[in-house]
């Protein structure tokens, strides 16, 4: 298995939090060997988990031992469990409504977000000045609000096919242009 990534995704992400979404993770925890050489690559950022990606991640496991390896994985020192109290809470949903309304107004994605998806888009939106997303499912965060900063591909074992993950963040610009589109269309009713 293999790691490939741009050579300038490492300055992508210096400094930054980086969030895992669930695919992601996922890879990382039935590929040991990527997660070695995803630390190698994004050693300038930190990787985090939000608490509804920990919660996608650990849902369905109900036999003790995967379970149990699931949450020794997800506990590791190489991640950060993102802040989750009360009033962070209200922001990030408030913040995931008023995507959810620009994302059906533009017609995105054509198939609906999940609600994990959209609460990780308002946390991304909350903290949109030091913060990226690594997702295998860009459609979920769509380009009339967030940037691709950058792709990183790596071999899967066995099959020989190549994945590919975006590195994305939220860009405050697209996001007012298209709040503004949407205020309009309210002030109309």
């Not at 997660?35 to 109900?62: A, C």
């Not at 309304?101 to 998806?117: A, E, Q, R």
């Not at 967030?146 to 939220?170: C, H, P």
Request: charged residues 30%; proline residues 3%.
């Amino acid at each position: 298995m293999q790691l490939f990534v741009s050579s300038v995704f490492r300055k992508k992400v210096k400094g930054l939090w980086v969030y895992l979404d669930n695919d992601f993770l996922s890879a990382l925890f039935k590929e040991k060997e990527l997660l070695k050489q995803v630390n190698e690559v994004l050693s300038l950022g930190n990787l985090l988990i939000d608490p509804f990606t920990k919660f996608e991640f650990l849902r369905d496991i109900y036999i003790p031992k995967e379970r149990d390896a699931s949450e020794k994985f997800i506990e590791q020192p190489d991640f950060i469990t993102a802040s989750n109290h009360q009033e962070i809470f209200l922001k990030i949903q408030e913040n995931a409504l008023l995507l959810s309304k620009i994302y059906s107004h533009k017609g995105l994605p054509k198939k609906k977000c999940s609600v994990v998806d959209l609460f990780l888009a308002g946390r991304l939106m909350l903290n949109w000045t030091n913060s990226v997303l690594i997702t295998g499912n860009k459609k979920d965060f769509p380009e009339c609000v967030f940037d691709a900063l950058g792709v990183m591909n790596f071999e899967q074992k066995g099959s020989g096919s190549m994945r590919a993950y975006s590195l994305i963040k939220f860009n405050i610009d697209k996001f007012k242009d298209c709040y503004q589109e949407l205020s309009k269309m309210e002030k109309i009713r």
